[in-house]
């Protein structure tokens, strides 16, 4: 069965830190490349970060040089640390594994439930 659960979201001011973790259960850690969404109120769901199928990695240009996407393969973890956070970064953020490498318009195969990142100025 395959599982996706994200943590570590929560409430920061401007400017702080705040580390997502998403535990990955199925065989999809190794097949999929792994993504980072996040979906703010009234706005589309949009790429964050990404895996590529050669394990390089790929960014939002609104997220570059503050965010960074990671993985552990032993404990089958996705992590995605957001550092100079701002409030444009309030958002739901999913983990996700895609349908397509390299491709954040194709969405996600299969997707967590999301945990909510709250930014105050």
Request: contains cysteine; charged residues 20%.
């Amino acid at each position: 069965q395959v599982q996706l659960v994200e943590s570590g979201g929560g409430s920061v001011q401007a400017g702080g830190s705040l580390r997502l973790s998403c535990a990955v259960a199925g065989d999809i850690y190794s097949v999929y490349c792994m993504a980072w969404f996040r979906q703010g109120l009234g706005k589309e769901r949009e790429g964050v970060a990404a895996f590529n199928a050669d394990g390089t990695t790929t960014y939002a240009d609104a997220v570059k040089g503050r965010f960074t996407i990671s993985k552990d393969n032993s404990k089958m973890t996705l992590y995605l640390q957001m550092d100079s956070l701002k409030p444009e970064d309030t958002a739901t953020y999913y983990c996700a594994a895609l349908k397509l490498c390299a491709d954040f318009e194709a969405g996600g195969r299969y997707w967590g439930q999301g945990t909510q990142v709250i930014v105050s100025s």
